[in-house]
């Protein structure tokens, strides 16, 4: 059974950064595809970034040159770096472990609440 633990949340300006960290326990971390994903109050929980096995990555529109996700299959550990941060990237942000190499993911953390004010 996996378990996803996610830290690294908290207050941060608009304009400032913060990095995101998943730990994963449980099953075989190299092999699975891992994303963040993140959601607001009355709205569907939204993909923010993946990264494959094989390390390929994607991102949504919004958050594309000011993101970025990585992993270290050594530690077990999946991470965010949020750069350029805007009031609108105010979420609780969940790491999510695929059941593929590409993709499917269906296993959450409890999630981290990310929130931006001056």
């Known amino acids: 059974q996996v378990q996803l633990v996610e830290s690294g949340g908290g207050l941060v300006q608009p304009g400032g950064s913060l990095r995101l960290s998943c730990k994963s326990t449980g099953g075989i971390f190299s092999v699975y595809a891992m994303a963040w994903y993140r959601q607001v109050p009355g709205k569907e929980r939204e993909l923010v970034a993946f990264i494959t096995a094989r390390s390929r990555t994607g991102y949504d529109d919004s958050v594309k040159g000011r993101f970025t996700i990585s992993r270290d299959n050594s530690q077990r550990k999946l991470y965010l770096q949020m750069n350029s941060v805007k009031s609108k990237d105010m979420a609780v942000y969940y790491c999510?472990?695929?059941?593929?190499?590409?993709?499917?993911?269906?296993?959450w953390g409890q999630g981290t609440q990310v929130t931006v004010s001056s």
């Open positions: 999510s472990r695929g059941n593929t190499d590409e993709g499917d993911f269906t296993n």
